[in-house]
């Protein structure tokens, strides 16, 4: 089994930063990408960030030059930055990790974190 926690997640206002927090745990026989989505009330889930084993990034859209993922290998954690956070920025925010095995990927998944950009 492998195992996804996320942490960070809160009330900021308008303007202001937080940092999400994923600890990946369990038996992992090789690298894995992965990265956050999120999913807002009335909306589909969206793809905010992805990172490579290779430290290969990318971002949506909306988020680029406002959030930062990064990954810490030896801590088998990985961060996203977010800065500058808008009310649009709200929703529940799922850490994912593509563990990579013989003959496929699975994907699994952290059970979210909510954060909330409000005044």
Same mark, same amino acid.
């Given at each position: 089994?492998?195992?996804?926690?996320?942490?960070?997640?809160?009330?900021?206002?308008?303007?202001?930063? #937080?940092?999400?927090?994923?600890?990946?745990?369990? %038996?992992?026989?090789?690298?894995?990408?992965?990265?956050?989505? !999120?999913? /807002?009330?009335?909306?589909?889930?969206? #793809?905010?960030?992805?990172?490579?084993? !290779?430290?290969?990034?990318?971002?949506?859209?909306?988020?680029?030059?406002?959030?930062?993922? %990064? !990954?810490?290998?030896?801590?088998?954690?990985?961060?996203?930055?977010?800065? %500058?956070?808008? =009310?649009?920025?709200?929703?529940?925010?799922?850490?994912? /990790?593509?563990?990579?095995? =013989?003959?496929?990927? !699975?994907?699994?998944?952290?059970?979210?974190?909510?954060?909330?950009?409000?005044?």
């Amino acid at each position: 089994q492998v195992h996804l926690v996320e942490s960070g997640g809160g009330l900021v206002q308008p303007g202001g930063s #937080l940092r999400l927090s994923c600890a990946v745990s369990g %038996s992992i026989f090789s690298g894995y990408g992965m990265g956050w989505y !999120r999913q /807002a009330p009335g909306k589909q889930r969206e #793809l905010v960030a992805g990172i490579t084993t !290779r430290n290969t990034t990318n971002y949506a859209d909306s988020v680029k030059g406002r959030f930062t993922i %990064s !990954r810490d290998n030896a801590k088998n954690t990985g961060y996203l930055q977010m800065n %500058s956070l808008k =009310p649009e920025d709200t929703g529940v925010y799922y850490c994912y /990790a593509d563990v990579v095995g =013989p003959l496929s990927v !699975r994907a699994y998944w952290g059970q979210g974190t909510q954060v909330t950009v409000s005044l």
